[in-house]
T-cell receptor, first 113, second 115 residues
């Protein structure tokens, strides 16, 4: 199947770390992406990871990829209220270079002050 | 400023009344697509276009049409809207896939309600 799955909701306190999880089914994925959707806005690319990498760090963001288990996670350190948004993982489907993205269901991150 | 624009941002209409949602990008991207976003389902691709006059169905194309007469524009047409097409619609564009990652640029969204 083409499923990309995420939990629907995560609530954390300001200053804590957030971990958003994603599982995918297509083993030929070349790139995996995390997009952020703020209220009333479109999606913006947050970060991405190439499939031959296990980890990528970018300031407060850490992406972990477990290809064996087809599991992707996004860790946000020192979560702020401005991080409240919906986070989508997306799988570049079809192997090689492809424009088609399969999006997960999205995880709503609520940051409590 | 590089951007994808959509119009209108909000639309309430009635069943059967034809409508068009416009999408325009200023980044000279070849690839454009339309998605719909529904709660618990994420984003699903409706149609995509790899260049002028080249369009193809995505995962949920029923009830929709598109056209790509110019590179910058990719309108979404609902010939006879029905209530199950009530949704949040996003247009996106990107360059054609190459050897590097591909960032898709999204418009701000069009919230459509069909009564």
């Amino acid at each position: 199947g083409e499923d990309v799955e995420q939990s629907l909701f995560l609530s954390v306190r300001e200053g804590d770390s957030s971990v958003i999880n994603c599982t995918y089914t297509d083993s030929s994925s070349t790139y995996l992406y995390w997009y952020k959707q703020e209220p009333g806005a479109g999606l913006q690319l947050l970060t991405y990871i190439f499939s031959n990498m296990d980890m990528k760090q970018d300031q407060r963001l850490t992406v972990l990829l477990n290809k064996k288990d087809k599991h992707l996670s996004l860790r946000i350190a020192d979560t702020q209220t401005g991080d409240s948004a919906i986070y989508f993982c997306a799988d570049a489907r079809g192997g090689g270079a492809t424009n088609k993205l399969i999006f997960g269901t999205g995880t709503l991150l609520a940051v409590q002050p | 400023e590089a951007q994808v624009t959509q119009n209108p941002r909000y639309l309430i209409t009635v069943t059967g009344k034809k409508l068009t949602v416009t999408c325009s990008q200023n980044m000279n991207h070849e690839y454009m697509s339309w998605y719909r976003q529904d709660p618990g389902l994420g984003l699903r691709q409706i149609y995509y276009s790899m260049n002028v006059e080249v369009t193809d169905k995505g995962d949920v194309p029923e009830g929709y049409k598109v056209s790509r007469k110019e590179k910058r524009n990719f309108p979404l047409i609902l010939e006879s809207p029905s209530p199950n097409q009530t949704s949040l619609y996003f247009c996106a564009s990107t360059r054609l896939a190459g050897v590097s990652y591909n960032e898709q640029f999204f418009g701000p969204g069009t919230r459509l309600t069909v009564l």
